[in-house]
């Protein structure tokens, strides 16, 4: 038996309404799920493929905390790409958004492209080698 692929992810954020229309300009579609989860809000957007990618708003936790991959559990998000060109493409959005970055760093396994959102969780874009 195959393991299945992802389904969702969701990343808590500190302030939903600033993260949701950040990751809307990004994404660059609106949400197909707004709304109290019982105890929590999230807010949740479609990618390619069929994924989900949520955003949770938890009213315990603290405005003040930010995102550390060095703690247990993420350590980051990456998006696939097909082509380093997409990669690229995907750097141009970035700036275009006023998204800091990391730039495109190639290694034997592929080329990635790292960014970060306003609480700190760490993201990347991914292209497999040419």
């Known amino acids: ?5 992802i389904a969702h992810v ?3 954020v500190t ?3 600033s993260s949701a229309a950040r990751y809307e300009r990004l994404l660059g579609v609106s949400p197909v799920l707004n709304e109290d989860a019982g105890g929590f809000w ?3 957007y479609p990618l390619a493929g069929g994924a989900l990618f949520g955003l949770h708003a938890h009213p315990q936790t603290d405005p003040k905390d930010h995102f550390d991959a060095r ?3 993420l350590d980051h998000l990456s998006f696939g790409c097909e082509t380093r060109e997409e990669l ?3 750097q141009s959005r970035l700036e275009e958004l006023g998204i800091v970055h990391g730039g495109i760093v190639d290694a034997g396994y592929g080329s990635g492209l ?9 993201l990347e874009f991914f292209a497999p080698p040419s």
């Open 42 to 44: 999230h807010t949740v």
């Open 10 to 12: 969701a990343l808590t």
């Open 15 to 17: 302030d939903l309404t």
């Open 114 to 122: 790292s960014f970060k959102d306003p609480d700190g969780n760490a």
């Open 88 to 90: 690229q493409a995907w």
């Open 1 to 5: 038996m195959a393991f299945p692929s």
């Open 71 to 73: 703690r247990v559990g």
